[in-house]
């Protein structure tokens, strides 16, 4: 009889402190609003768009910029300035991150469509690539750079990254997989996922010329995720083994780290002739980096 009393009473306390911390949440969002929970640290840029020159030579530039040229429909043409100019940006528009002095993006995410195991893999898909700590997963909102989460909306958007103090917002509705398998449908979340995080480092879109997005407006899927990459009888066979990583994305990851408020020398992998690659497929990540 005394075990079940013990019981019930942990039930009881459980239940308080969950509707404690529920309350707490609401009552920090009616004072501070969304903007202070969704999206604490605010975008930034550096000065006049200008990278750190102090940081990468101008020959190593043209290396990273002839990579993320790419072609009709990968590659952002606006970034070859960076190798004349070091400036940063997509056309005339500056490009912004939500880096902080630590150098670190903390994520924290109470979406159900992407869930803290997917954030993870994320994470791990990023930090592969720079070759250090640059996403990590926290345990809640308050220790965050920005949240993930979840809303309703009147487009058709799958969501993604704002840059309104709002956070990494999805719309779950919008999302249509008849037809895809299981697999098909878990790489296609990842992908969106890993590039809206890659946003929020500071890569542009990636989809050929100077804004990046050819592809997203011609419809041409391909296998570049920070491009218009998804899945289903109209996408590249490759994408059928998963999200694959790719030079390109390193080279757009290096230059993404010099304009960072502490910036950081990312990828450096890039600037040898080897070609590692990380590869989320179907809830698992694996890798070719030693």
């Not at 994305?249 to 780290?257: E, H, I, P, R």
């Amino acid at each position: 009889m005394k075990i079940i009393k013990r019981v019930v009473l942990l039930v009881l306390l459980a239940a308080v402190v969950g509707t404690a911390m529920w309350g707490m949440t609401k009552m920090y969002r009616a004072m501070f609003g969304n903007n202070h929970y969704y999206q604490r640290s605010r975008a930034y840029t550096t000065q006049d768009s200008l990278l750190n020159q102090k940081m990468i030579s101008r020959s190593k530039m043209v290396q990273l910029t002839n990579l993320t040229h790419g072609t009709q429909y990968t590659g952002n043409t606006s970034l070859d300035q960076a190798a004349k100019t070091y400036r940063y940006q997509v056309g005339k528009e500056k490009i912004s991150n939500f880096m902080g002095t630590d150098a670190t993006l903390q994520l924290y995410t109470e979406s159900k469509l992407m869930t803290k195991s997917m954030v993870q893999d994320a994470a791990t898909f990023w930090n592969t690539l720079a070759g250090q700590k640059i996403v990590t997963v926290v345990a809640s909102a308050k220790q965050s750079d920005e949240v993930i989460h979840d809303t309703k909306t009147d487009d058709k958007s799958l969501g993604g990254q704002t840059y309104d103090r709002q956070g990494m917002v999805f719309h779950p509705a919008n999302w249509k997989s008849a037809g895809l398998s299981t697999a098909e449908e878990q790489d296609w979340r990842e992908a969106v996922l890993i590039r809206e995080i890659g946003h929020a480092l500071g890569l542009p879109s990636l989809g050929g010329g100077k804004l990046g997005n050819n592809a997203f407006v011609h419809g041409k899927i391909g296998s570049e995720v920070m491009s218009y990459w998804s899945v289903g009888s109209a996408a590249p066979a490759i994408n059928k083994q998963g999200v694959k990583s790719t030079a390109m994305d390193g080279a757009a990851l290096a230059l993404a780290g010099l304009s960072w408020k502490r910036p950081q020398r990312l990828a450096q992998w890039v600037y040898t002739d080897q070609t590692p690659f990380v590869l989320y497929h179907d809830g698992k990540i694996s890798s070719t980096f030693k």
